[in-house]
């Protein structure tokens, strides 16, 4: 009922269909979103406009690992907000060094470049590939190659759609940068028989989650490894969405023992309040870059460096990555006994779900509109593939809640 004894009578809150009309008016249609307008969140938890309530089962794709405005993390926010955002790499900043410190110390690795979003830490990674061809490996100057996967998503750049074999990707965006060779994901075989002496790198997501959770053999990035040191060529791994916990353990390629001479991480870096991202490598690889090479205005600055020296440390101490192991086995525990018809496939690795779907079944986005209305969010990739990935901070009770809602919406649709 609308009040009219006060002045406001005629002006009501604006509703989810307001602020639609408002995006698809003013904004450019890259997108095509759920129809669900949010407008806060905590832990595995957001609500919209209207006031309902879902569980995030998507997590920004996995930028947000450590749960929606974690207290600590929004804490670092705000203090270091009040005091500075931004120098420039013109001057030096107390947040950084203590940043490169506890990326170096959580992974190993000993430097780190970094930059803002996860196109350009894959940018930073080409790059450093390529001049350690030409200047380590001794490859002809604008000769070097990387060998790249089917079904790779790296970001939305001219470069990077350059080597993506998704159609949509690049149609209409060419001329392309050259200098890839594209083989088929997880198959060491045809990487070695790509291999040329003018092969600087093999660039791989060591799970593809764009591509729908695909997950290699096991055995496969270990072959991938050795082929690479036989054969003097970097293995660089795109951890941007498999990294920082989601898989169970800190970096997908943990699995198997792996260590890759590059790394890129963004995504979940800075806990999803910030965009920051970050090309690792050792000395060997990271000492081709001289002053002045390659930069970014807003790369390591000074909040984007403390919200993500705050996003690890919560990651860390609060044991969210164990907390990914064992509420992913829960979660395929129950999925073990879906037995639903318009299923084909489903693959986990931790807290990284994909449900494939028979094409008959209509596709995913109907499964996803659906759950939208029983209050838990995803989102399909590559039309028919329910891909779940929660918050890694979800608890038993919010994993049944997602099965039986899974359940209910299988029931409801076949
Ligand atoms: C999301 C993603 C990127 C690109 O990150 P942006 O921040 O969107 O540029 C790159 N690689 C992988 C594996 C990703 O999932």
């Known amino acids: 009922m609308i009040d009219t004894s006060s002045d406001a009578s005629d002006v009501q809150a604006p509703s989810s269909h307001d602020y639609i009309a408002l995006e698809e008016r003013y904004g450019a249609h890259n997108y095509r979103p759920l129809d669900v307008v949010l407008s806060g969140g905590l832990g595995s938890w957001v609500w919209d406009v ?11 794709y996995g930028a947000v690992n450590q749960g929606h405005n ?3 993390i929004v804490a670092a926010f705000v203090e270091q907000a009040q005091r500075m955002a931004l120098t420039s790499r013109a ?16 992974t190993g690795y000993q430097r780190v470049l970094p930059m803002n979003t996860g196109a350009e830490a894959v940018e930073t990674a080409l790059k450093a590939a390529r001049k350690w061809g030409y200047t380590v ?3 002809p100057d604008g000769q070097a190659e990387i060998i790249v996967m089917a079904g790779n998503f790296g970001g939305r750049t001219i470069t990077i759609i350059s080597f993506s074999d998704e159609p949509q990707y690049r149609a209409g965006f060419g001329p392309f940068t050259p200098g890839f060779k594209l083989v088929p994901f997880g198959d060491a075989d045809a990487i070695e028989r790509a291999i040329t002496p003018n092969t600087c790198a093999v660039l791989l997501e060591p799970i593809q989650g764009e591509a729908g959770i695909i997950v290699p053999p096991h055995g496969t990035l270990k072959r991938i490894r050795a082929i690479c040191d036989a054969n003097n060529v970097l293995m660089i791994a795109d951890e941007i969405q498999s990294g920082l916990g989601r898989t169970g353990l800190l970096m997908a390629c943990d699995h198997e023992g792996v260590r890759p001479d590059g790394v890129t991480l963004g995504k979940a870096l800075a806990g999803g309040m910030y965009p920051v991202s970050a090309f690792l490598a050792d000395d060997a690889v990271m000492d081709v870059f001289q002053p002045g090479d390659h930069g970014s205005t807003f790369g390591g600055n000074p909040l984007g460096a403390a919200v993500a020296t705050e996003a690890l440390t919560v990651l860390r101490d609060e044991g969210m990555v164990e907390n990914a192991a064992a509420m ?3 979660f395929g525990a129950g999925l073990e006994s879906f037995d639903h018809g318009s299923i084909k496939e489903v693959r986990q690795v931790g ?5 494939e779907l028979w094409p008959e079944a209509g596709g995913a986005r109907r499964y996803c509109e659906d759950l939208q209305g029983r209050g838990v969010l995803c989102k399909e990739t590559h039309h028919h593939v329910i891909r779940i990935a929660p ?8 994993v049944d809640h997602a099965l039986e809602t899974l359940h209910a ?3 409801h649709l076949g």
Do not use: Q
């Open 409 to 411: 919406s299988f029931d």
């Open 351 to 355: 807290l990284w779900i994909g449900i």
């Open 391 to 398: 918050p890694l901070v979800i608890g038993p009770t919010e």
């Open 137 to 139: 490996k001794g490859i």
């Open 91 to 106: 001057f030096r900043n107390d947040k950084l060094g203590p940043f490169y410190r506890i990326l170096c110390e959580m």
């Open 328 to 330: 992913g086995r829960r």
């Open 70 to 72: 974690h207290p600590r």
């Open 50 to 60: 209207d006031g309902k309530r879902y569980l995030d089962c998507l997590a920004a």
